[in-house]
């Protein structure tokens, strides 16, 4: 028998990435290294390195909800990650999902396009995401750019703030790392208020899976029963350490080193 027979469970939908470095890989990593067991549900299958997103299927809907149910009906899940979504179908069955478990902390990273480039979501996906899954969503996750997209009309990122709490979602925090600022400045709203803001040292790359380890640091910490905005803060360590020591397997992006805690460095 282990140990520790309370470990707590977090459930991550996400795209496969061969890279390794984003969707249910960096889920998976940023669960483990934080002490969570990972439940994955497979939404997507992609064909993408290190520098771009040549194409993807997404999975089929029942197939998906197989896959989730299974999971959610053996094991007490904790907490739950939604990343890339596929298709529409798979939004609506995702929704459908989250119904039946809403006392679940849900976890959403509004991903438009992967981090090397490729589109995820058009225009009626977008349409699913606000409609479907930000109502049921704990903390939302954009970037600065996704966060204007969501919310057009807005003149600033405040104010896609407010437009986007007013979908629904509790918690937003806004990621400055495509804004043209020394440092990263990243800004926490909830209650039609700025609650946080965060100040990080810019560094030198860009990252594949970035917004994935964030977004799943996240869920792993309300998985394990700490309040939001404590989750948010610390989640936001983590993956600030994961891309400081993140390395260059391929000839595109870094990948975050989710577990950089392992290696023995002195820092």
């Known amino acids: 028998m282990s140990d520790n027979p309370n470990l707590p469970i ?18 998976i990593e940023t669960f483990a290294s934080l002490g969570v067991h990972s439940t994955p549900v497979v939404t997507a299958i992609t064909v993408q390195d290190t520098q771009n997103l040549l194409r993807y299927e997404a999975v089929n809907t029942s197939l998906l909800v197989e896959q989730a149910r299974a999971i959610l009906e053996d094991m007490p899940v904790a907490a739950i990650k939604i990343g890339m979504l ?30 090397g480039g490729g589109e995820l979501a058009d225009a009626n996906m977008l349409n699913a995401m606000t409609s479907l899954l930000f109502p049921l969503t704990t903390v939302l996750t954009p970037n600065s750019n996704e966060a204007r997209l969501f919310a057009p009309e807005a003149d600033t990122l405040d104010a896609c703030a407010m437009e986007l709490l007013d979908m629904g979602s509790e918690y937003i925090l806004i990621t400055g790392t495509h804004e043209a600022t020394p440092n990263v400045v990243n800004s926490l709203y909830s209650g039609h208020r700025v609650i946080e803001t965060y100040t990080w040292e810019r560094l030198p790359y860009s990252y594949h899976g970035s917004g ?10 309300l998985a394990q029963g700490m309040e939001p905005v404590t989750a ?8 600030w350490e994961a891309l400081k020591h993140g390395y260059h397997p391929g000839m595109g992006q870094a990948i975050p080193d989710r577990f950089f805690w392992a290696h023995g460095d002195d820092d």
């Open 10 to 27: 977090a459930m991550s939908f996400a795209g496969m990435d061969p890279s390794g470095g984003a969707g249910l890989q960096a889920d």
């Open 86 to 115: 596929g298709s529409v179908e798979n939004a609506e069955a995702i929704h459908t999902i989250l119904m039946d478990y809403p006392n679940l902390p849900v976890v959403l990273d509004p991903l438009v396009s992967a981090g």
């Open 212 to 221: 994935c380890t964030l977004a799943a640091a996240i869920t792993a910490l």
């Open 232 to 239: 948010i803060h610390e989640a936001q360590e983590y993956t």
